[in-house]
Every structure is written in C-alpha cells, then in structure tokens.
C-alpha cells in the first residue's frame, strides 16, 4: 500500500479507537495554555493575534492550545479523523480552525511567507524524505519566524528487540534511505499499523540548516524513568533517548549572514 494511504489509515484508526496521541486539550490546559505548549520558553510571552500552523498536529491539542492563548491557527493534518477532533474541540470552545487536510511535504495550498510560528509534533518519521517537509516550512514561515519541530531520534528507530539481559538491539542499518522501517519486535515508540522512515542526524539538522533555518536550541525530552522495569517504555528511555526537539528561526537571507565565514570543514 502507498506509505501515505498507509499512514492515513492508521492514524484515521488511532483517532477512532481514542489513542493516547489523540489526546484532546483539558480546561485545566487551555488555563495554562502557552505552559503546556511551551515548556522551555521558547515561544514569544504572547501568541496572541499570531498566525500559526499546526503541521501534521491534527488531534485537537496544539490547535486548541494555540487557539486558547490568542493564535489564529490552521492545522494541515493527512488524517481526516484526526481533523475531526479539532473541529470537534473548536466547535465545542468556540474557536474559528482553518483545518487542512494534506501531507506536510507538499504545502502547496498555504501561502508564502504566511506564518509567524510553525509547530510540528513528533510526525516527520511517517514521509521518506525530511528536506522535502523542511523546504515547505520554510516556504511557508515569514522571515524570523520560529519553526518547533519534534522528531523520533535515528537511534530508537534502529531498535529492533532486546536480548535476554534486557540489553536493546540495534537492528535496522543507519543507511536504510528512503526505504520504510521493517515491521519490529519492539514497538514501545512506534505507532501500530503506520509505515515510517528514519532520518539521519545530518538529515535532521544539517537538512534544517541547508533549508534556510538557524537552530536556537535542541533538547532531548527525557521519557526514561531509573525505577521502570524492563518491557515498559520508559525503561527502553533511560537507554535510548527516543525524541529529539528543535527551535529554528528562519532566516530569510542566510547567504549574507554567512557571507565571510571561513569554510572549517568541506563534506566529501
Ligand atoms: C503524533 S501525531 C501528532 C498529533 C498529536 N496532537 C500529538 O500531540 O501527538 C502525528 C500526526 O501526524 C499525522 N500525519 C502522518 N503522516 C502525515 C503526513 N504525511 N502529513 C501530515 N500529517 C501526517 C497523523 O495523522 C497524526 O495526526
């Protein structure tokens, strides 16, 4: 089946069946809502009146959140069912979505230079080329605009198993390509029944970079718990950090920011 009908499906099934990452945003949230979208600080102190996209985000959290604290926000989602949940919530809070239904790597219906925040949960694992989504972003984003993006990390997408002693097992090649991840043994950060593709660190933040983007910060969200025992994903956390989470900025002219640095490395 296409990744992308694959994908749709799946993600329609997880909305339907009220998985955990179609979790929905609370009163107890919306209260609170930049705390909860925004625990480092990276966001400016007020979205308020902002256009922001929620990429590949449908399910009626960010949207809400963005939408509670002021934003005017659109959601571009490949899952109808995941859209249903932030028009469901909208409607329910009395908010005004533009929803979208669409793939992130082919933004052609947004306009240029139109947002001022683009925010993009853990997502980029289910389309086989990253510089194709970060291109669109870039697209997309004013000039200064941040772009937060959370993705699975190389590492854990290569787990496969683990062995007797509870060790985790690399199994999957770091050069598997454009090629989907074969189906695993360990699924504790995996999505049941979608198809997905690894992107290397290069691709991750090197393809940022190349796309016109300066990262300001990247953190690793910390799943692993010292007390887990073996089998529970937060035991598979303290050995494999399972996300990464990354503040861009585009930078519209990067050429001249650059323009006069010294070349300190040439790639092959
Ligand atoms: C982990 S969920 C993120 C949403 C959720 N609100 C959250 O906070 O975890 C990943 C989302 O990516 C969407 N998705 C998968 N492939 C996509 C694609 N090619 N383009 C856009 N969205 C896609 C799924 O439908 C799903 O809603």
Redesign the pocket.
């Known amino acids: 089946m296409n990744p ?1 009908e694959q ?2 499906t799946a ?2 099934s ?2 339907d069946q009220s998985s955990p ?3 929905v945003a609370t009163d107890q949230e919306c209260a609170q809502p930049l705390v909860q979208l925004d625990s480092r600080g990276w966001l400016p102190g007020s979205v308020k009146g902002l256009k922001v996209l ?10 809400i959140l963005y939408a509670a604290a002021g934003a005017d926000v659109t959601v ?4 109808p069912s ?1 859209l249903r949940l932030d028009a469901r919530e909208a409607e329910r809070r009395g908010y005004t979505l533009k929803l979208v239904e ?4 082919d933004l052609s219906m947004l306009d240029a230079e139109s947002f001022d925040i683009v925010h993009q ?3 980029t694992c ?2 086989p080329r990253i510089e194709a989504v970060f291109a669109q972003v870039a697209r997309v984003l004013k000039d200064r605009g941040i772009y937060i993006s959370q993705h699975k990390t190389p590492t854990s997408l290569q787990v496969v198993d683990n062995d007797s002693q509870h060790r985790y097992l690399i199994g999957v090649s770091y050069y598997v390509g454009d090629d989907p991840l074969p189906d695993v043994n360990d699924i504790a950060y995996r ?1 049941v029944g ?1 198809r997905e593709y690894l992107h290397r660190w290069e691709e991750l933040v090197g393809g940022l970079c190349r796309a016109g983007f300066v990262i300001e910060d990247l953190v690793e969200p910390k799943r692993g718990n010292p007390d887990a025992k073996p089998g529970n994903f937060r035991h598979r956390g303290m050995f494999v950090a399972p996300y990464v989470r990354m503040k861009a900025r585009r930078i519209a002219d990067r050429g001249a920011m650059n323009r006069g640095t010294p070349a300190i490395w040439t790639p092959e």
């Open positions: 992308y994908n749709r993600w329609n997880l909305a990452f179609a979790k929620c990429l590949a985000a449908g399910g009626g959290w960010q949207s571009v989602d490949l899952s995941m669409g793939s992130m790597d949960p853990v997502s289910y389309v999505e979608t």
